[in-house]
C-alpha cells in the first residue's frame, strides 16, 4: 500500500477524494492502493528540559544555560494524539511508500518528517508538493510526485529555527524570570517576540520623549486653487510674516505651465502580510484573524497556499490565467473584457526569479460560496487584485502650475485621471491602500502662463507630529523590515530577507504579546504595558531586542534552506550567545525587579513553580519559551465550526450540530475520528479541522 500523510483530517478527505480513497477505517481512509492518513498539525515537539536531565526539572539560576548533547523529539501528551499517531505507526511498518502530503512550507515538513522518524519510517518517501486544493492541483502533484531528498534543506531550517527557539526561549526566560520577575510571574522571551516588543516600546519611547516643534506655511488662493510657498516651511515665525507682507503688495502672476502624462500600475497581488495589512486597514481585522480566515479560503479550495512571502506569480501560472478568470463568475462583469482578448503577462506580475516554493495569494477560480460574511471581505480583496493584474494601467496627467508674487514663489499640482485602467476593478476606491490622499491632488481650472489677479496669502502655524503609535499593519510591516520604514515596494522585497519571524508566524508572536499582557491595544494603537516597557528596559543584550540583529539571524536561516549556510555552525553561534546572555544577566549587580502589570482577570492561574512550554498549536507556530504556570480551567464546550452557533451533539455514528435543522451541516463521523472524545478532546479535533 502507499499510505499518505496529511497534516489535517480535511485536507486528507480531499486528497483521499481525488485518489479513489472511499473506505473509512480507523484514523485512515482505504482504496485504489492507497491509505489516507493525517496529523493534528504537530503530532510531535522537541523534548522540554525535564526529559534531558533530573537537574533541569526545577528552575534554577544554576543549571543555565540548558544545552542538550543532542536534542529529541517526543510525542505530544493526549490521548487523541496518541491514538492516531499509533495508527500511522502501523501503516508505515507496512507500507511500500509512504507520500508526504503535509503543508507545502517549512513548518509542514517540519511536522510530517518528526511524525515520520517518530514512527520509524524505513520505505521509500516521496513529496507532495502543491499551491492549492483543487482537484486539478492534486491530481497534478500526484504525478509529479517530488524526492522527499529534494527538501532536506528545507527540513534542517525548521529544525533550526525550532531548536533555536527552544535555546533562546527556555534559557533566557528561565534566566529573566528567576532574575528580575519577583517570583510573580514568568517573564517570557524569544527570539522573534522580544525584538518585536522592542519595536512598540521604542516607538513608545519616540512619542513620550517627542517635542513639538512650531513652524508656518505660507500659501495662497488664486482663483479658487491654493498655491503654496516653494520655500517650504517657516522655523521662525518673523521670517513666514515678512514673505507674507510681500505677498500682500502685488498681484499673483503664473509663470509657468507644465503636464507630464504617466502611468500608474496596478497593486502588487498578495502576499501574506500584505494581506494581513490590508485587512487591518479597511476591516480591523487582527493578523490573526486574517491568517485564519485566507486559511479557510485555501482549504474551501477557493484560493491558493497563503503562508507566502512573494506577490508575484511563476510563468507557468500564465497558460491557467483565462481559466482562473472564467471562475470567477461573480465578477463577470470585471473579467469579460479581459476574456475578448490576450491576457497581458507583465513583468510585474510574473518573474520566476521573485518565487522559489509558493506564488503570491491568487483565486484558484472554483467557484466561492458559502463563505462566512468575513470570508467573503477577504476573498473579494484577493480576487480583485487578481483581475486589476490583467487591466490596462492607468494613464494619468500630472500638471504643475507655478506663480510669483514679487519675489515669492509659489506651486501647485494636480492630478487628472485620462484612462481608468485598473481602477474600474475597484470602482471608487484609492489605487494604494498604503497611500494617503493628497491635498494636491484632483483636477485644476485652465491656467494661461502669464496671467495674474488678486490672491488671498495666509501664513499658517502648524506644529511638528510625533510618530504614530504602531498598529498591527504597521507593526507586520515592521517585521517584514527588521524596523525599517520603507514605502517602495522594490525595497521593501529587498528587506524582506532580512525581516524578523516568518509571513506564517507573525500572527501568533503578535497574539503572544497580548496573551503575555506586554502590549495593550486601543482601538487599532498597540502600546506595551509597565512590564513590556521594564522588560525591555532591563535587557542589555541587542541580540535579544534588536530587529535588526534579529533580522540577519533570519537571513542565515533562509541560507539555510537555500544551503548556502550551514545548520550545524547557525546552532554553534546560538549556543555561544546564549552562554554570554547568562554571564551577562548573572553578572549584573543592580538588583533590579521588573513590575508586574496585571492583565484583566481571565483565567485563575496556580502560583505554582513555572512549568514548561504546552505544545504548540498546528500552524500558528510559536517561538519555544517555558510557559506561564500551568492553568487549571473548565474545559471549554465544544461549539459548531460552521454556523458558530450549534454545540455538538453524539448522534449513532456521527458528532453533529444541534442547529441541524436550520440547515448547519457540519458532520464529524465516528469511523474517521473515534467515537467518545471528550468535550475537550472535541474542542481540540474542531480546532484543527
Same mark, same amino acid.
Given at each position: 500500500?502507499?499510505?499518505?500523510?496529511?497534516?489535517?483530517?480535511?485536507?486528507?478527505?480531499?486528497?483521499?477524494?481525488?485518489?479513489?480513497?472511499?473506505?473509512?477505517?480507523?484514523?485512515?481512509?482505504? #482504496?485504489?492502493?492507497?491509505?489516507?492518513? $493525517?496529523?493534528?498539525?504537530?503530532? /510531535?515537539?522537541?523534548?522540554?528540559?525535564?526529559?534531558?536531565?533530573?537537574?533541569?526539572?526545577? $528552575?534554577?539560576?544554576?543549571?543555565?544555560?540548558?544545552?542538550?548533547?543532542?536534542?529529541?523529539?517526543?510525542?505530544?501528551?493526549?490521548?487523541?494524539? &496518541?491514538?492516531?499517531?499509533?495508527?500511522? &505507526?502501523?501503516?508505515?511498518?507496512?507500507?511500500?511508500?509512504?507520500?508526504?502530503?503535509?503543508?507545502?512550507?517549512? &513548518?509542514?515538513?517540519?511536522?510530517?518528517?518528526?511524525?515520520?522518524?517518530?514512527?520509524?519510517?524505513?520505505?521509500?518517501?516521496?513529496?507532495?508538493?502543491?499551491?492549492?486544493?483543487?482537484?486539478?492541483?492534486?491530481?497534478?502533484?500526484?504525478?509529479?510526485?517530488?524526492?522527499?531528498?529534494?527538501?532536506?534543506?528545507?527540513?534542517?531550517? #525548521?529544525?533550526?529555527?525550532?531548536?533555536?527557539?527552544?535555546?533562546? #526561549?527556555?534559557?533566557?526566560?528561565?534566566?529573566?524570570?528567576?532574575?528580575?520577575?519577583?517570583? %510573580?510571574?514568568?517573564?517570557?522571551?524569544?527570539?522573534?517576540?522580544?525584538?518585536?516588543?522592542?519595536?512598540?516600546?521604542?516607538?513608545?519611547?519616540?512619542?513620550?520623549?517627542?517635542?513639538?516643534?512650531?513652524?508656518?506655511?505660507?500659501?495662497?488662493?488664486?482663483?479658487?486653487?491654493?498655491?503654496?510657498?516653494?520655500?517650504?516651511?517657516?522655523?521662525?515665525?518673523?521670517?513666514?510674516?515678512?514673505?507674507?507682507?510681500?505677498?500682500?503688495?502685488?498681484?499673483?502672476?503664473?509663470?509657468?505651465?507644465?503636464?507630464?502624462?504617466?502611468?500608474?500600475?496596478?497593486?502588487?497581488?498578495?502576499?501574506?502580510?500584505?494581506?494581513?495589512?490590508?485587512?487591518?486597514?479597511?476591516?480591523?481585522?487582527?493578523?490573526?484573524?486574517?491568517?485564519?480566515?485566507?486559511?479557510?479560503?485555501?482549504?474551501?479550495?477557493?484560493?491558493?497556499?497563503?503562508?507566502?512571502?512573494?506577490?508575484?506569480?511563476?510563468?507557468?501560472?500564465?497558460?491557467?490565467?483565462?481559466?482562473?478568470?472564467?471562475?470567477?463568475?461573480?465578477?463577470?462583469?470585471?473579467?469579460?473584457?479581459?476574456?475578448?482578448?490576450?491576457?497581458?503577462?507583465?513583468?510585474?506580475?510574473?518573474?520566476?526569479?521573485?518565487?522559489?516554493?509558493?506564488?503570491?495569494?491568487?483565486?484558484?477560480?472554483?467557484?466561492?460560496?458559502?463563505?462566512?460574511?468575513?470570508?467573503?471581505?477577504?476573498?473579494?480583496?484577493?480576487?480583485?487584485?487578481?483581475?486589476?493584474?490583467?487591466?490596462?494601467?492607468?494613464?494619468?496627467?500630472?500638471?504643475?502650475?507655478?506663480?510669483?508674487?514679487?519675489?515669492?514663489?509659489?506651486?501647485?499640482?494636480?492630478?487628472?485621471?485620462?484612462?481608468?485602467?485598473?481602477?474600474?476593478?475597484?470602482?471608487?476606491?484609492?489605487?494604494?491602500?498604503?497611500?494617503?490622499?493628497?491635498?494636491?491632488?484632483?483636477?485644476?481650472?485652465?491656467?494661461?502662463?502669464?496671467?495674474?489677479?488678486?490672491?488671498?496669502?495666509?501664513? #499658517? !502655524?502648524?506644529?511638528?507630529?510625533?510618530?504614530?503609535?504602531?498598529?498591527?499593519?504597521?507593526?507586520?510591516?515592521?517585521? !517584514?523590515?527588521?524596523?525599517?520604514?520603507?514605502?517602495?515596494?522594490?525595497? %521593501?522585497?529587498?528587506?524582506?530577507?532580512?525581516?524578523?519571524?516568518?509571513?506564517?508566524?507573525?500572527?501568533?508572536?503578535?497574539?503572544?504579546?497580548?496573551?503575555?499582557?506586554?502590549?495593550?491595544?486601543?482601538?487599532?494603537?498597540?502600546?506595551?504595558?509597565?512590564?513590556?516597557?521594564?522588560?525591555?528596559?532591563?535587557?542589555?543584550?541587542?541580540?535579544?531586542?534588536?530587529?535588526?540583529?534579529?533580522?540577519?539571524?533570519?537571513?542565515?536561516?533562509?541560507?539555510? !534552506?537555500?544551503?548556502?549556510?550551514?545548520?550545524?555552525?547557525?546552532?554553534?553561534?546560538?549556543?555561544?550567545?546564549?552562554?554570554?546572555?547568562?554571564?551577562?544577566?548573572?553578572?549584573?549587580?543592580?538588583?533590579?525587579?521588573?513590575?508586574?502589570?496585571?492583565?484583566?482577570?481571565?483565567?485563575?492561574?496556580?502560583?505554582?513553580?513555572?512549568?514548561?512550554?504546552?505544545?504548540?498549536?498546528?500552524?500558528?507556530?510559536?517561538?519555544?519559551?517555558?510557559?506561564?504556570? !500551568?492553568?487549571?480551567?473548565?474545559?471549554?464546550?465544544?461549539?459548531?465550526?460552521?454556523?458558530?452557533?450549534?454545540?455538538?451533539?453524539?448522534?449513532?455514528?456521527?458528532?453533529? /450540530?444541534?442547529?441541524?435543522?436550520?440547515?448547519?451541516?457540519?458532520?464529524?463521523?465516528?469511523?474517521?475520528?473515534?467515537?467518545?472524545?471528550?468535550? &475537550?478532546?472535541?474542542?481540540?479535533?474542531?480546532?484543527?479541522?
Amino acid at each position: 500500500m502507499k499510505v499518505c500523510i496529511a497534516e489535517k483530517p480535511s485536507v486528507a478527505r480531499e486528497i483521499a477524494e481525488v485518489l479513489g480513497a472511499t473506505k473509512r477505517m480507523n484514523g485512515y481512509i482505504e #482504496g485504489n492502493g492507497y491509505q489516507v492518513t $493525517w496529523t493534528f498539525g504537530h503530532l /510531535c515537539t522537541l523534548k522540554e528540559p525535564n526529559d534531558y536531565s533530573d537537574n533541569w526539572k526545577r $528552575w534554577s539560576l544554576a543549571s543555565l544555560p540548558m544545552i542538550p548533547p543532542r536534542f529529541g523529539i517526543k510525542l505530544i501528551s493526549n490521548p487523541t494524539y &496518541e491514538q492516531q499517531f499509533k495508527t500511522i &505507526e502501523e501503516l508505515m511498518q507496512n507500507a511500500e511508500m509512504v507520500i508526504n502530503c503535509g503543508d507545502a512550507g517549512q &513548518e509542514g515538513e517540519l511536522i510530517q518528517r518528526w511524525v515520520m522518524q517518530k514512527a520509524g519510517c524505513k520505505c521509500p518517501v516521496y513529496r507532495l508538493w502543491i499551491s492549492s486544493l483543487t482537484e486539478e492541483a492534486i491530481r497534478e502533484g500526484f504525478q509529479h510526485l517530488k524526492e522527499q531528498s529534494d527538501f532536506t534543506k528545507l527540513y534542517e531550517a #525548521g529544525l533550526s529555527r525550532a531548536i533555536g527557539d527552544w535555546l533562546l #526561549g527556555m534559557n533566557a526566560t528561565r534566566l529573566y524570570t528567576l532574575r528580575y520577575g519577583q517570583n %510573580r510571574q514568568v517573564l517570557s522571551i524569544g527570539r522573534v517576540q522580544t525584538p518585536t516588543l522592542a519595536l512598540i516600546v521604542n516607538r513608545q519611547a519616540e512619542i513620550d520623549n517627542f517635542k513639538p516643534e512650531p513652524y508656518w506655511e505660507l500659501k495662497t488662493v488664486y482663483r479658487n486653487t491654493t498655491f503654496s510657498a516653494t520655500k517650504g516651511k517657516f522655523t521662525k515665525k518673523e521670517e513666514g510674516e515678512a514673505f507674507l507682507e510681500i505677498a500682500r503688495q502685488e498681484d499673483f502672476t503664473v509663470t509657468d505651465i507644465s503636464e507630464k502624462k504617466g502611468k500608474e500600475y496596478a497593486p502588487r497581488l498578495f502576499d501574506l502580510t500584505s494581506l494581513q495589512v490590508e485587512c487591518n486597514k479597511k476591516f480591523a481585522f487582527t493578523a490573526d484573524d486574517t491568517l485564519k480566515l485566507i486559511q479557510s479560503l485555501y482549504e474551501k479550495k477557493v484560493t491558493t497556499y497563503p503562508r507566502v512571502d512573494t506577490t508575484f506569480l511563476s510563468d507557468d501560472i500564465y497558460p491557467k490565467v483565462p481559466n482562473t478568470l472564467s471562475g470567477l463568475v461573480d465578477y463577470a462583469d470585471l473579467t469579460a473584457p479581459l476574456l475578448k482578448a490576450k491576457i497581458r503577462k507583465d513583468k510585474r506580475v510574473f518573474d520566476n526569479s521573485k518565487v522559489t516554493d509558493h506564488h503570491a495569494i491568487i483565486p484558484t477560480g472554483v467557484p466561492a460560496r458559502n463563505l462566512t460574511d468575513n470570508e467573503r471581505k477577504v476573498y473579494d480583496l484577493v480576487a480583485r487584485r487578481f483581475i486589476a493584474a490583467f487591466y490596462p494601467d492607468c494613464e494619468i496627467s500630472t500638471t504643475t502650475v507655478l506663480g510669483k508674487v514679487g519675489k515669492v514663489d509659489f506651486k501647485v499640482t494636480g492630478k487628472q485621471i485620462l484612462k481608468p485602467g485598473w481602477r474600474v476593478v475597484f470602482g471608487a476606491e484609492q489605487k494604494d491602500p498604503d497611500a494617503e490622499l493628497s491635498d494636491e491632488e484632483g483636477v485644476l481650472p485652465d491656467f494661461v502662463k502669464g496671467e495674474s489677479g488678486p490672491h488671498k496669502p495666509t501664513l #499658517g !502655524e502648524k506644529w511638528t507630529q510625533p510618530p504614530k503609535p504602531y498598529t498591527e499593519a504597521t507593526l507586520l510591516r515592521a517585521m !517584514e523590515t527588521a524596523g525599517k520604514l520603507v514605502d517602495n515596494d522594490e525595497l %521593501r522585497d529587498a528587506l524582506k530577507e532580512n525581516g524578523i519571524g516568518r509571513p506564517s508566524t507573525r500572527a501568533a508572536i503578535i497574539e503572544t504579546l497580548f496573551k503575555r499582557n506586554y502590549i495593550r491595544k486601543e482601538r487599532k494603537n498597540l502600546f506595551p504595558t509597565a512590564t513590556g516597557v521594564e522588560l525591555i528596559g532591563t535587557i542589555q543584550e541587542e541580540l535579544l531586542k534588536s530587529a535588526e540583529l534579529t533580522g540577519l539571524w533570519e537571513k542565515k536561516l533562509r541560507q539555510i !534552506e537555500r544551503g548556502t549556510y550551514e545548520a550545524r555552525t547557525f546552532l554553534e553561534e546560538l549556543k555561544q550567545m546564549v552562554h554570554q546572555v547568562v554571564i551577562n544577566v548573572l553578572s549584573d549587580q543592580t538588583g533590579r525587579t521588573i513590575t508586574i502589570e496585571q492583565a484583566a482577570p481571565e483565567k485563575p492561574q496556580s502560583e505554582k513553580e513555572p512549568k514548561e512550554k504546552k505544545p504548540r498549536k498546528p500552524r500558528a507556530k510559536k517561538e519555544k519559551t517555558a510557559s506561564q504556570p !500551568e492553568e487549571k480551567n473548565v474545559p471549554a464546550k465544544p461549539i459548531c465550526p460552521i454556523c458558530k452557533k450549534g454545540s455538538i451533539l453524539r448522534g449513532k455514528t456521527a458528532y453533529g /450540530c444541534s442547529e441541524y435543522k436550520s440547515g448547519c451541516t457540519f458532520r464529524m463521523d465516528y469511523a474517521t475520528y473515534g467515537e467518545g472524545l471528550s468535550d &475537550e478532546e472535541l474542542v481540540k479535533v474542531i480546532s484543527k479541522q
